[in-house]
C-alpha cells in the first residue's frame, strides 16, 4: 500500500503566479482534505473533496480552489500568489468519518 | 469556536524518562480525537485515534486518554527515547469532517 502520495515535493513560484498541487489519497479512501502549514504552527484546514464535491471549506479565500476525480485523487489550486502563502500544504486521506492518513507535503515557497 | 491548545510548547527530557504530552479544548462535542508525530519539514505520522466513545489508547509505548468532561487529552510515552525528538500535534474533529490542530509541543529526547 503506497499511502497518501503528493507531488511535487517542493515548488518555488513568484508571486502573482499560479500553482497546482496533487495528491493522491490511500488506496480505499474516498475523501480528500488539504491543509496549510505555516512555520511553526498546527496545519489549517482549507477544504475537503468527498464524491468529487467540495464539501466543506475552512477560512480561506477564493483564490484556493479544488478538484476531486473520479479516481479519488484531488488538486490543489492557488491563484495570484502572494508571499503569505509559503508553507507546507499537505494532504490527507481518509474513509469517511474515520482516521486521516497524511502524506508528506509539498513546500511552496513564494518570492 | 473550537480551539485546541497544547502545553508545554517545547520540552526536553534525557533518555530513559516517562513524560506526558497536554491537549485541552474549549469544545467537548468532537467526533474523534488523533494524536499525531511531525519530524522537522516532514508530514503527519498518526500515532492514537480516540473516538469520542472511547476514554484511551495505547500503541506500544504510547498511551493516549481523553476526558470530554474536561476537555483534556494526554499522550503518555514511556521510556523516552532520542528516536523520539519530533513535534507532537493533537487534532480533533466535531464531525466527520475538518479537523482542528493544536500548535504542537517540540519534544527533544537527550541521549
Known amino acids: 500500500d503506497a499511502g497518501v502520495t503528493q507531488s511535487p515535493t517542493h515548488l518555488i513560484k513568484t508571486r502573482g503566479q499560479q500553482v497546482t498541487l496533487r495528491c493522491s489519497p490511500k488506496s480505499g479512501h474516498d475523501t480528500v482534505s488539504w491543509y496549510q502549514q505555516a512555520l511553526g504552527q498546527g496545519p489549517q484546514f482549507i477544504f475537503q473533496?468527498?464524491?468529487?464535491?467540495?464539501?466543506q471549506r475552512g477560512n480561506f479565500p477564493d483564490r484556493f480552489s479544488g478538484h476531486q476525480f473520479p479516481n479519488y485523487s484531488s488538486e490543489l489550486n492557488v491563484n495570484a500568489l502572494l508571499l503569505g502563502d509559503s508553507a507546507l500544504y499537505l494532504c490527507?486521506?481518509?474513509?469517511?468519518?474515520?482516521?486521516?492518513?497524511f502524506g508528506p507535503g509539498t513546500r511552496l515557497t513564494v518570492t | 469556536k473550537q480551539e485546541v491548545t497544547q502545553i508545554p510548547a517545547a520540552l526536553s527530557v534525557p533518555e530513559g524518562e516517562n513524560l506526558v504530552l497536554n491537549c485541552s479544548f474549549t469544545?467537548?462535542?468532537?467526533?474523534?480525537l488523533q494524536w499525531f508525530r511531525q519530524d522537522p519539514g516532514k508530514g503527519l505520522t498518526s500515532l492514537l485515534l480516540?473516538?469520542?466513545?472511547?476514554r484511551e489508547q495505547t500503541s506500544g509505548r504510547l498511551n493516549a486518554s481523553l476526558d470530554k468532561s474536561s476537555g483534556r487529552s494526554t499522550l503518555y510515552i514511556a521510556a523516552s527515547q532520542p528516536g523520539d525528538s519530533a513535534t507532537y500535534l493533537c487534532a480533533l474533529s466535531s464531525g466527520t469532517y475538518k479537523y482542528i490542530f493544536g500548535t504542537g509541543t517540540r519534544l527533544k529526547v537527550l541521549a
Open positions: 469544545d467537548s462535542a468532537i467526533y474523534n
Open positions: 480516540i473516538q469520542s466513545s472511547q
Open positions: 473533496y468527498y464524491e468529487e464535491e467540495e464539501r
Open positions: 490527507a486521506s481518509s474513509l469517511t468519518g474515520r482516521e486521516q492518513y
